[in-house]
């Protein structure tokens, strides 16, 4: 049986976004380009082993000018874990692609959510907030903490960025990593 999409090789491989048999060639050549592939597709966390992330300087990073130590992270792994697992869910809930989430997490930088993530965060990271005394909202989440999280986000999702129209790695890390802080819940 031969692709449906280039009619000339032979389909050697479920494609589940498409729900058909496609050619080795087409699934990678057409892969989070103009097949949107969920994240649990066997060829695509396949094809994750082997992309190579583009090393970036500190001068070429989102919001050079802001400062983001290791301690920093230490001192704010626990807001950072709920803060990355909120981003996950609000970008679950549809199939937004990475370039989706930067956009979120550009625009809670600036202050100006917009962006369908954005507000799903925010209201997501509200909730978890009132679950919190006011002394606990206080001392464990302030603005300034918040905006060094998002950018470090911000940061991660772009060196993720594996340069596809509909690429979701940095979604695909947030899953792994809700997957390992929450038990897949």
């Known amino acids: 049986m031969s692709c449906p999409r280039c009619r000339s090789r032979k389909a050697k491989r479920h494609c ?6 496609i050619c080795p060639q087409c699934c990678g ?3 989070e380009e103009t ?3 969920p994240l649990d597709c066997a060829y695509l966390r396949d094809a994750r082993q082997h992309e190579k992330l583009v090393p970036m ?9 802001e400062e983001i130590t290791d301690r920093f992270l230490l001192a704010h792994q626990t807001q950072l874990i709920l803060f990355t697992n909120a981003l996950f869910v609000a970008a679950a ?3 937004y692609t990475d ?3 930067r956009a979120a997490l550009e625009e809670l930088i600036a202050g100006t959510p917009t962006h369908p993530i954005a507000t ?3 209201a997501r990271l509200t909730e978890v907030l009132a679950g919190l005394t006011a002394e606990a909202q206080e ?6 903490s918040l905006r060094k999280l998002q950018i470090f986000l911000l940061r991660l999702a772009v060196g993720r960025d594996n340069g596809r129209s509909r690429g979701r790695a940095f979604v695909a890390f947030l899953e792994d990593h809700f997957n390992r802080t929450m038990g897949g819940q």
């Open 16 to 21: 589940p976004a498409l729900n058909l048999d």
């Open 29 to 31: 050549a057409e892969r």
């Open 35 to 37: 097949i949107s592939c």
């Open 57 to 65: 300087t500190a001068a070429e990073s989102p919001h050079p000018q």
């Open 139 to 144: 001392r464990f989440w302030n603005e300034s």
């Open 93 to 95: 809930a549809e199939e």
């Open 120 to 122: 799903a965060f925010s």
């Open 99 to 101: 370039a989706d989430v």
